[in-house]
């Protein structure tokens, strides 16, 4: 039997993105957005309120970098979502994060999370709070690497978000391959 619990913004996973733009002085900002994904290929999509210093950032300069938080720094991702840039203007710093401009475009990446989506913005609706960039770079740090050169998900350990109990997960084990296991019902 199943329970109803009506409209809910509940999916799972729900990733942890941390955004980040430069404000008109070059000074870093960054917040904490769960909702979002895959938009297309080259496209990511995002819900965030225009109320946001770091959506205010991202409109001034059309760019942004999307971080993927980690077990790592949980604490300091967490804090850039509950603390306001408009209200903390340093709350970058007081996260312990540091950052180095994107060859790619103007935003900042964050030193201390190790992968990052580099974007331009496309488009955002005020009203509903939808915005896209066009993705112009995937960076990873190198530690995060596995010997082919490519990003292993057990090292970058990235966090999710649990809507219904207010949670961040690490994500777990694997449990099969993807366009491989479901050829065997072929």
């Known amino acids: 039997m199943r329970k109803n619990f009506g409209v809910k ?4 996973p729900q990733p942890v993105f941390i955004v980040a733009a430069y404000d008109e002085n070059g000074t870093p900002c960054a917040m904490n957005a769960a909702w979002g994904g895959m938009h297309f290929d080259d496209q990511i999509a995002m819900c965030i309120g225009a ?3 770091t959506t205010a950032n991202i ?3 059309k760019a942004f ?3 993927m938080a980690d077990v790592d720094h949980t604490v300091a991702c967490d804090y850039v979502g509950v603390v306001s840039g408009n209200k903390v203007p340093d709350k ?3 996260a312990g994060f540091h950052a180095t401009k994107s060859e790619f475009v103007n935003a900042p990446l964050i030193d201390e999370l190790p992968m990052a989506l580099e974007c331009e913005l496309i488009s955002y609706d005020p009203e509903s709070c939808h915005m896209v960039g066009r993705i112009v770079n995937v960076s990873a740090d190198e530690r ?28 777990g084990e694997k449990v099969g391959d993807a ?3 479901g050829l065997k019902l072929k």
């Open 9 to 12: 913004p509940w999916t799972y």
């Open 51 to 53: 109320e946001h210093k």
């Open 59 to 61: 409109l001034a300069t």
């Open 65 to 67: 970098t999307v971080s």
């Open 92 to 94: 970058f710093e007081r």
């Open 144 to 171: 995060i690497l596995d010997d082919s050169g490519k990003i292993d998900v057990n090292k970058l350990r990235p966090i999710t978000f649990d809507p219904v109990r207010n949670d961040y997960i690490a994500l």
């Open 179 to 181: 366009f491989r296991d």
